[in-house]
């Protein structure tokens, strides 16, 4: 794979901000791989991922910075520039089911997912042997509702002892404090195990057999306060009927859960997913 930088950037719409943008990166002879652009006509803002051979350019990621702000300064853009040569690091975190968890491990260890995971963190000690197979550290943190404030304490320890540029809650049955999620804003992935907003909350599939419906399927979303109304990053359904248990529903669901934490992870691992407000902008 080719290295690249990619441009990440999002401001006030307006006539030539792409022009600027690809006029810099080819007047100093870069090559564009690859671009994307949304512009939301209601708030009249405008989205942009550039993909760039990194080696076509004269300079480096922080040359890259230094030359690129006037132009970042003229529109207002809040923008970036990432390496994709450098792996974000990403810290799992999973209670007793390993449908999601397993899924993960095997696209990580057959490089379908680039990046790091230093640790997976979990509130029992059921998936121990899954994740030490795949070389990775186990790291048990009990939660109950005595220590639960300590034990969110220590967690983010761990999640800042160990750099984590993400955190991905791959079916962590615990609710995550508010100071928490702001904290790691637009940093803690989640999949919910129901098409939100329609079953929001505990035992979902439930919900669903309850009310009969004909169609289940799974959220993944950034984590925000206010519970499983975060920005949507992906989603997905398949198709029930009457004749369907409650635990044909679950069997069904987790299939669909797990691809689409997948595609979600794999998304904002390749900077691909943008928030507006409560929205998101995903370039595919």
């Known amino acids: ?10 401001c006030p719409d307006r006539v030539g901000i792409v022009t600027c943008a690809a006029e810099f990166i080819t007047r100093h002879n870069g090559w564009i791989l690859k671009a994307s652009h949304h512009s939301e006509e209601e708030s009249n803002w405008f989205f942009s991922r550039v993909s760039v051979d990194a080696r076509s350019l004269p300079f480096g990621i922080e040359g890259f910075r230094n030359e690129f702000a006037p132009i970042a300064r003229e529109f207002k853009m809040n923008w970036r520039i990432v390496d994709s040569s450098v792996p974000k690091r990403v810290i799992l975190m999973v209670s007793r089911e390993s449908h999601c968890l397993s899924d993960l491990l095997d696209r990580w260890r057959n490089s379908e997912l680039e990046c790091q995971i230093p640790c ?3 509130n029992h000690e059921h998936l121990r042997g899954l994740v030490e197979f795949y070389g990775i550290p186990f790291l048990h943190v009990p ?5 639960k404030a300590e ?9 800042e002892e ?9 079916r962590y049955m ?3 404090p508010e100071w928490v999620c702001e904290r790691y804003p637009t940093r803690i992935i989640n999949i919910h ?21 004909k169609l289940i399927g799974a959220t993944c979303h950034y984590v925000t306060a206010d519970l499983d109304e975060g920005p949507i990053i992906d989603q997905d359904v398949v198709r029930v009927s009457h004749t369907d248990r409650v635990d044909d529903l679950v069997r069904l669901g987790k299939d669909v859960e797990k691809v ?9 691992l390749e900077d691909r997913v943008m928030v507006h407000g409560n929205k998101t902008i995903v370039f595919k």
């Open 1 to 10: 794979m080719k290295p690249t930088f990619r441009l990440i950037l999002d």
């Open 193 to 213: 195990h129901s098409f939100l907003p329609s079953f929001v909350g505990a035992r979902p599939y439930h919900q669903a057999s309850t009310r009969g419906v």
């Open 143 to 147: 939660v109950t509702k005595e220590n």
């Open 162 to 170: 160990h750099r984590a540029d993400t955190i991905v809650l791959a």
């Open 151 to 159: 034990a969110f304490e220590k967690m983010v320890a761990l999640i």
């Open 260 to 268: 689409v934490l997948a595609r979600g992870v794999r998304d904002h």
């Open 120 to 122: 997976v963190i979990s």
């Open 174 to 176: 615990q609710i995550i």
